[in-house]
Every structure is written in structure tokens, then in C-alpha cells.
Nanobody
Framework: QVHLVESGGGWVQAGDSLRLSCAPS????????MGWFRQAPGKEREFVAA????????YYLDSVKGRFTISRDNAKNTVTLQMDSLKPEDTAVYYC????????????????WGQGTQVTVSS
């Protein structure tokens, strides 16, 4: 079965940066939009960012706009989330996901999910 694998999580201080990567296995995701979601302790899963297949359209959670940047390299079959100016409230498990159709801010539209990578931001 197809699987998505996230990497790049870690423990950083407020104001630092992290770069998360997503590498699909078992298949390519031609034509799929890719998204990042997160789930903090005791909270629901939350949309963070998404990017269309062509890379021409991106979508961001308002609270990360200007700090996070999503990108993809279809030739390498990878998706990246660059996170700058991290805040303690960004602490969560971050999940990569693939969607065959939109709207891409809705978790239910995503067909495949990764196992998650932990991001911890201390004050």
C-alpha cells in the first residue's frame, strides 16, 4: 500500500527554523495536491499548508502565513515545509498528506497520510 514518510522534525527554541520533508513510497502522486497538517496535544488535527500539483497554487493557515513556506519538486517526488520564526504554539505532530481533489484545506479530501513527525518549540 502507498505510504507517506515525513522527516525533519526536532526540538528547537522559539525563533528557530525547521524544514520538514515528505517522501512518498509505493507510488508517485501525479496530479495530487500535497498538504501539511498538524495535531497538538489535546487538540484536533489542523490544516497548515497545501500546494497544487503544478505548484502554482498554495494555501496557508492564517497563523503561519509569512512564516511557513510549502514547496514541491515533482521530479524528485518530494514535498517540503520550511518553517521559520517558530513559536511554542507550533508544537505538534506534523503530517504530510495527498489529495486527488479539493478543497485542499479540508482533511477529509486527503486520500493518503504519513505517520507524522514531532516538532517541539520551547520558549
Amino acid at each position: 500500500q502507498v505510504h507517506l514518510v515525513e522527516s525533519g522534525g526536532g526540538w528547537v527554541q522559539a525563533g528557530d527554523s525547521l524544514r520538514l520533508s515528505c517522501a512518498p513510497s509505493g507510488r508517485t502522486f501525479s496530479g495530487y495536491a500535497m498538504g501539511w497538517f498538524r495535531q497538538a496535544p489535546g487538540k484536533e488535527r489542523e490544516f497548515v499548508a497545501a500546494i497544487s500539483w503544478s505548484g502554482g497554487s498554495t494555501y496557508y493557515l492564517d497563523s503561519v502565513k509569512g512564516r511557513f513556506t510549502i514547496s514541491r519538486d515533482n521530479a524528485k517526488n518530494t514535498v517540503t515545509l520550511q518553517m521559520d520564526s517558530l513559536k511554542p504554539e507550533d508544537t505538534a505532530v506534523y503530517y504530510c498528506a495527498a489529495a486527488s481533489s479539493g478543497p485542499f484545506t479540508v482533511p477529509g479530501r486527503y486520500n493518503y497520510w504519513g505517520q507524522g513527525t514531532q516538532v517541539t518549540v520551547s520558549s
